[in-house]
């Protein structure tokens, strides 16, 4: 049974950084693309970002474009959400999970992922 166990999580100031971490065990790693979700309070969960198998290539909700960046170490089984310049909005709990199928392009929605980390929460205050 794969399972994902995110970290990194915290409390940290606005226009400050966190660098969150999912390891992966249980299962094939390198072969799925990966990505990160977020769910605030009261609100739907919604896609992050997200990196295809090989790591050659990345995707970004607008709302987090040119200030997180997601990174992958097929070596680890861990990929990674670096985490810049953070607003108070940015506050959730964010998760990770793995594609349903191998060599698949990454999907923004939720149905397009098969396995889900618990979540780590980041709180960004004012």
């Known amino acids: 049974q794969v399972q994902l166990v995110e970290s990194g999580g915290g409390l940290v100031q606005a226009g400050g950084s966190l660098r969150l971490s999912c390891t992966a065990s249980?299962?094939?790693?390198?072969?799925?693309?990966m990505g990160w979700f977020r769910q605030a309070p009261g609100k739907e969960r919604e896609f992050v970002a997200g990196?295809?198998?090989?790591?050659?290539?990345?995707y970004y909700a607008d709302s987090v474009k040119g200030r997180f960046a997601c990174s992958r170490d097929n070596a680890k089984a861990t990929v990674y959400l670096q985490m810049n310049s953070l607003k108070p909005e940015d506050t959730a709990v964010y998760y990770c999970?793995?594609?349903?199928?191998?060599?698949?392009?990454?999907?923004?929605?939720?149905?397009?992922?098969?396995?889900w980390g618990q979540g780590t929460q980041v709180t960004v205050s004012s």
């Open positions: 249980g299962g094939t790693f390198s072969g799925y693309a």
């Open positions: 990196i295809t198998w090989s790591g050659g290539n990345t």
């Open positions: 999970a793995r594609s349903n199928f191998e060599f698949t392009v990454v999907g923004s929605t939720q149905d397009k992922y098969a396995y």
